[in-house]
């Protein structure tokens, strides 16, 4: 039968899912680009900078470098140094709330601050773009603290089984083979010189650009961007070819592992498409829909209705330039006669391979997503991180909607295909994790 779940949406008439505000752009000669939405709702101002480097472009004896570089850049530069996390704590000093992330593709530090302290923030940002302080007491400060991030990771039964079966996920030589994190022997020997080089490679103005939401004029943001970042002269030699793996050439061969937990993990390991393929959006709703939404057809089945199950947990990244291995993590109970888990699983998929999935699902599912990114443009920092993401995706911010239009064309013959091709029972690996005391 066609699967009909009803997904609950609030009744409230939307004409415009755009962003209900004037956005403007401009490119520096040096290659970096501002983008400014000028929402003048709030007094508050997030600014963002976006760097297009992650732990993909680290090699064999800097794994963990990109992350490490995330701690590096609060420490100081030569115009703001001192003692501690002097960018933490001179940007508190302008009532900002500040933090920065980095994923396998990108790098983003952000604030939120008043409007009348941002030239300040300007002027911070450009002086660690080019004059970040990497001297040998800095290096040793921040291994220290990501090493005590990697050890409180494995005190962690999750986060040290998902560290643990990472390594297999991915062959030599594919830009996701090491964890974002890296390893603690490799980043206990960086040299300072391996940190200047790796800062000079990919923290230049052409290789970023800046996000700016709130209450400023965009005139003059691009007037303190250019008095600010203008002289930076160094600039990275880009090049935008891109490498992409065959998304079926690896699927791990690891069919079991222990944890010193008392529950029992069926691990679901499926190739995922990269960003903007074919396949990807079909990919990425057929995913939700089955089993990352709260409502999705496996957590009614597995956990709502069917009790077999703790919960499924995601393990997915629905933002990778290249393709990789989504993972879905169905935790249950450690007993005898979890096999029909497996089943109810493979019956589900079946069905939709079989039988197709009923479109009215996949319109409450689109109708869902449209309220909810309504409501976040009254955000600052969610219009920044739209605009952000679809710059660094689709190198061009004007595209913050594409995914969601694309959704809403998609049809449920063409998400059965997608089921054929990735969700297959008979093509994905199924890792059975299991307690260490059995």
């Not at 998304?247 to 791990?252: K, L």
């Not at 079909?282 to 009614?300: G, H, M, P, Y």
């Not at 869902?368 to 955000?379: D, G, I, K, P």
Request: proline share 4%; aromatic share 14%; glycine share 4%.
């Amino acid at each position: 039968m066609k699967h009909i779940i009803l997904f609950v949406f609030l009744s409230i008439s939307f004409t415009n899912f755009a962003i209900d505000f004037p956005i403007k752009s401009i490119i520096l000669p040096n290659g970096l680009k501002v983008i400014v939405c000028e929402k003048s709702t709030s007094p508050m101002v997030q600014m963002e900078v976006w760097y297009r480097v992650g732990s993909k472009d680290e090699w064999d004896g800097i794994r963990g470098m990109a992350h490490m570089f995330e701690h590096m850049m609060f420490r100081g530069s030569k115009k703001y140094h001192g003692e501690g996390d002097v960018y933490i704590h001179e940007m508190e000093k302008l009532g900002a709330q500040i933090n920065a992330y980095t994923t396998f593709d990108r790098t983003v530090y952000w604030q939120e601050l008043p409007k009348e302290n941002i030239e300040k923030v300007f002027d911070m940002e450009a002086d660690r773009m080019e004059n970040l302080i990497l001297d040998q007491k800095v290096l040793d400060t921040e291994r220290e603290v990501v090493g005590e991030e990697l050890r409180l990771g494995e005190n962690n039964w999750y986060n040290k089984m998902s560290s643990n079966r990472y390594k297999y996920l991915y062959p030599d030589g594919h830009p996701y083979k090491v964890d974002v994190i890296g390893f603690l022997e490799e980043i206990t020997k960086f040299t300072t010189q391996q940190c200047q080089d790796f800062y000079n490679k990919y923290y230049s103005p052409n290789n970023a650009y800046i996000v700016i939401v709130g209450d400023v004029k965009a005139e003059d943001m691009f007037a303190m961007a250019a008095k600010y970042f203008g002289p930076i002269k160094k600039q990275l030699p880009l090049n935008l070819k891109k490498v992409e793996p065959d998304v079926f050439s690896f699927i791990p061969s690891i069919e079991e592992m222990q944890i010193d937990y008392p529950v029992q993990i069926y691990s679901y390991l499926i190739p995922a498409p990269a960003f903007g393929t074919t396949d990807y959006y079909a990919f990425n709703l057929l995913r939700d829909l089955l089993f990352t939404n709260s409502n999705s057809i496996l957590n009614n089945s597995l956990v709502e209705k069917g009790n077999m199950a703790y919960q499924i947990v995601p393990q997915s990244d629905d933002s990778r330039l290249y393709s990789n291995v989504a993972t879905f993590d169905v935790v249950m109970q450690a007993q005898m006669g979890n096999a029909k888990v497996k089943k109810m699983v493979s019956k589900e998929i079946y069905d939709i391979i079989n039988e197709g999935i009923d479109q009215e699902l996949i319109d409450n599912y689109v109708k869902n997503l449209e309220v909810a990114q309504t409501f976040q443009n009254y955000s600052n920092q969610a219009i920044a991180d739209k605009l952000g993401f679809s710059e660094y995706y689709f190198m061009d911010y004007k595209k913050y909607n594409y995914v969601l239009e694309y959704y809403k064309t998609l049809k449920a013959e063409q998400l059965t295909e997608v089921c054929k091709k990735y969700f297959n029972p008979e093509n994905i690996k199924v890792l059975n994790i299991k307690p260490s005391m059995e």
